[in-house]
């Protein structure tokens, strides 16, 4: 179904793909599946239309829809079997910048790693708020309206690296798994 809502989406906007300068995609983590169809959707369109094609990871969107100064802003995404994925990121000189790496654990150990106040954002909190306002009680839980990447962050994140780059390698557009290598897929 992905590629034909697309098609309509550019016959109701009025644009053909000529319209387009390049390609922004969220890359994860997520689904494994649902990453695997993106990325290949988009490399397609990418060889067809000879335009760039970026990825940007979606926890780094999630987590630049919130301005919250001198707090942790962590985005909880669920990840099932008890675990979230998620990242410190901290809002510095006008920016959103990361602070650790990308984070696959249990909620708990997560917690050890914030210190100070927070502000929680993302669909784990569907699941893990209650255990989060018994550990972290001066911190602050987003609604559900910041549960899910916007494209509009997206589209900021990767804007810039489709202007500077007038084709991309298709090669090293790859979705962001976090889960360990012997979960994937071997040849």
């Not at 994925?85 to 917690?111: H, M, T, V, W």
């Given at each position: 179904m ?8 550019l ?50 969107a ?20 008890n675990q979230?994925?998620s990242?410190?990121y ?14 696959l ?15 929680f954002?993302?669909?784990g ?6 255990k ?25 994140l990767?804007?810039?690296?489709i ?25």
């Amino acid at each position: 179904m992905l590629v034909p809502m697309i098609d309509y989406a550019l016959k109701f906007l009025r644009l053909r793909f000529k319209d387009i300068d390049g390609f922004i995609l969220g890359i994860g983590p997520g689904s494994f599946t649902g990453l695997r169809v993106g990325v290949a959707t988009v490399k397609g369109f990418g060889l067809a239309t000879k335009k760039p094609c970026i990825g940007v990871p979606s926890i780094d969107a999630l987590a630049n829809c919130v301005d919250a100064d001198k707090k942790w802003i962590v985005p909880i995404i669920d990840a099932k079997k008890n675990q979230v994925y998620s990242a410190l990121y901290r809002y510095k000189d006008g920016n959103i910048k990361r602070y650790s790496d990308y984070l696959l654990l249990p909620i708990e150990r997560l917690l050890k790693k914030i210190k100070g106040n927070a502000v929680f954002l993302g669909d784990g909190l569907k699941i893990f708020k209650e255990k989060l306002l018994s550990l972290k009680k001066d911190s602050e839980f987003l609604p559900e309206d910041f549960w899910y990447p916007k494209a509009s962050e997206l589209i900021r994140l990767g804007r810039d690296k489709i202007k500077r780059y007038k084709e991309s390698d298709l090669n090293k557009l790859l979705p962001l798994y976090i889960y360990p290598k012997e979960c994937q897929i071997t040849k």
